[in-house]
């Protein structure tokens, strides 16, 4: 099996991977498939069609990182239609809360140097943020079969229970008890990673120390004038997003 990590940046992609490497015993990628671009074990999209013909998916797990959008071109196709096709190709794709997403980029951006407050920031860079946020999930929520979906809010409130799901999603089991997954999942029993400063442990519902009515206001006429809900609203049903998780109006309690 090959398991595509495809959440929208900021949106809890390295906990999930973390999740999955609990789970998985994932084999390593040849270097020629490679993303270069990225640090991450990520598959380059003009090579990903080469990799599934070329390895035998019954037999081993594999992992890639990516945040493709589920329109990318590849040679002969778009990408989604293309993976699509393959019964042994999982593509998991996260939300969160889009205000707590952006702010958690400024905080992403700060440590490769951005020096401007967050009102300077969000007008300026923020706004493309959130553009691209909607045209990834409206992309893949388009597609024949929208991939598994996990929410940021939920893994917070449960991990065990959010991985149990995807675990059924693709026929797999484990035994294992859930105070054991969701010590694994707590960053701070490595000290390491909770004093990284690479790894921000993201707060639900910070957007509320950040944004402020124009800027909440200027999202939610984009969510509108996009048809956001309209257009993502079923996918997010099927998997359990709760409407009010991505409200901007108040923290989730």
């Given at each position: 099996m090959?398991?595509?990590?495809?959440?929208?940046?900021?949106?809890?992609?390295?906990?999930?991977?973390?999740g999955l490497r609990y789970y998985?015993?994932?084999?390593?990628?040849?270097?020629?498939?490679?993303?270069?671009?990225?640090?991450?074990?990520?598959?380059?999209?003009?090579?990903?069609?080469?990799?599934?013909?070329?390895?035998d998916l019954q037999r081993n797990d594999y992992y890639s990182k990516s945040h493709w959008a589920a329109n990318v071109p590849l040679s002969d196709d778009r990408l989604a239609q293309a993976l699509l096709t393959f019964p042994s190709v999982v593509v998991i794709n996260s939300i969160r809360n889009i205000g707590d997403s952006t702010v958690s980029w400024y905080?992403?951006?700060?440590?490769?140097?951005?020096?401007?407050?967050?009102?300077?920031?969000?007008?300026?860079?923020?706004?493309?943020?959130?553009?691209r946020y909607m045209s990834h999930h409206?992309?893949?929520?388009?597609?024949?079969?929208?991939?598994?979906?996990?929410?940021?809010?939920?893994?917070?409130?449960?991990?065990?229970?959010?991985f149990a799901a995807f675990l059924a999603h693709v026929g797999?089991?484990?035994?294992?008890?859930?105070?054991?997954?969701?010590?694994?999942?707590?960053?701070?029993?490595?000290k390491s990673e909770a004093n990284s400063r690479h790894m921000r442990k993201g707060i639900?519902?910070?957007?509320?120390?950040?944004?402020?009515?124009?800027?909440?206001?200027?999202?939610?006429q984009r969510f509108e004038d996009r048809r956001f809900y309209e257009k993502c609203g079923a996918y997010f049903e099927r998997f359990g997003v709760n409407r009010a998780d991505l409200a901007l109006s108040e923290a989730p309690s």
């Open positions: 090959l398991v595509i990590n495809n959440g929208y940046g900021k949106s809890g992609t390295t906990w999930i991977q973390r998985f015993s994932f084999r390593g990628l040849d270097a020629g498939f490679q993303n270069p671009k990225l640090a991450n074990t990520s598959i380059a999209p003009d090579k990903i069609l080469s990799f599934i013909d070329q390895t905080h992403h951006q700060k440590r490769d140097g951005e020096a401007r407050d967050f009102a300077d920031w969000f007008w300026d860079v923020g706004v493309g943020f959130t553009h409206m992309s893949w929520a388009s597609t024949a079969a929208p991939p598994f979906l996990f929410s940021y809010e939920a893994l917070k409130r449960d991990p065990y229970t959010a797999r089991a484990d035994d294992r008890p859930a105070e054991a997954f969701n010590h694994h999942m707590d960053f701070r029993v490595n639900v519902g910070d957007r509320v120390n950040y944004l402020t009515p124009d800027m909440a206001a200027h999202i939610v």
